[in-house]
């Protein structure tokens, strides 16, 4: 069983930055990991993805250059560092497992998911 909890979320003005980081439990060092993120009255969507090994990253066209996901396999750790935060950013964060790559499915192809952590951005 895996489980994943965020932590990082919060309130920050317009152009300020955050850094999520989730934890995982588990035989996680073999899974894909993403972080989505879900505002009101919106779909979930993809905003960053990782391979397990760290050496691939894939982001949504609205926060490339602003945002970064790593991964420290040792810790059990995966990161997302956001700056240059803007209010359409204002959202839940929800960390994401797959067992194996990523396809092209978006939420539908995620094996589990974190409860998510609340992302303010003020203008």
């Known amino acids: 069983q895996v489980q994943l909890v965020e932590s990082g979320g919060g309130l920050v003005q317009a152009g300020g930055s955050l850094r999520l980081s989730c934890a995982t439990s588990?035989?996680?060092?073999?899974?894909?990991m993403g972080w989505f993120r879900q505002a009101p009255g919106k779909e979930r969507e993809s905003v960053a993805r990782i391979t397990w090994s760290g050496t691939s990253t894939f982001y949504a066209d609205s926060v490339k250059g602003r945002f970064t996901t790593s991964r420290d396999n040792a810790k059990n750790t995966v990161y997302l560092q956001m700056n240059n935060l803007k209010p359409e950013d204002t959202a839940v964060y929800y960390c994401?497992?797959?067992?194996?790559?990523?396809?092209?499915?978006?939420?539908?192809?995620?094996?589990?998911w974190g409860p998510g952590t609340q992302v303010t951005v003020s203008s």
């Open positions: 994401a497992a797959r067992r194996g790559n990523w396809g092209t499915r978006g939420p539908a192809e995620v094996d589990y």
């Open positions: 588990g035989r996680t060092f073999m899974y894909a």
